[in-house]
């Protein structure tokens, strides 16, 4: 059974968020992107983090609340706690971000993921999401792989 998952708007003040960051540095380092590079939070965007049943912060995610071509919302970013890997908390903040936005009436959701990045590929497929397109991303122009899931 997948932890019980609590999301909440991010400011990036949080008590270790900046050890969650620093958790997954293979992340970081794939990307070339810098966790310090997240806040203020884009316009359009929201930031949430993810807290277990005892409190503990496990997850930070970045949500766009639609995407201006598709119009549905993006997981622009899902950073989950490297300490706590294969634990079940990265599917657990997945439907929790699914169910928010499922109330909202969406009926779908959308991310990309790195090309370079095979291991999130395979967590996202495993999770029920389907590539559906190719292409870079806008702001540095990685080769991504463009996935949607149903909702």
């Not at 884009?42 to 639609?66: I, N, S, T, W, Y």
């Not at 119009?71 to 950073?79: A, D």
Request: charged share 25%; aromatic share 8%.
């Amino acid at each position: 059974m997948d932890p019980l998952i609590v999301l909440t708007a991010a400011d990036g003040s949080e008590d270790g968020l900046g050890d969650l960051f620093a958790s997954q540095p293979d992340y970081w380092e794939l990307s070339g992107d810098s966790a310090g590079e997240l806040f203020p939070v884009a316009e359009g965007c929201e930031a949430v983090v993810a807290h277990d049943a005892g409190g503990r912060l496990v997850a930070f995610a970045e949500l766009l609340k639609a995407h201006p071509v598709s119009g549905h919302p993006w997981i622009g970013l899902l950073v989950v706690d490297g300490r706590l890997r294969g634990r079940g908390y990265g599917r657990a903040v997945a439907a929790a971000v699914e169910e928010r936005f499922r109330i909202a009436g969406r009926t779908a959701v959308e991310l990309a993921v790195l090309e370079n990045n095979p291991g999130a590929v395979a967590f996202w497929e495993s999770v029920g999401y389907v590539e559906f397109d190719r292409r870079p991303d806008v702001d540095r122009h990685r080769p991504c792989i463009v996935m949607r899931k149903a909702l």
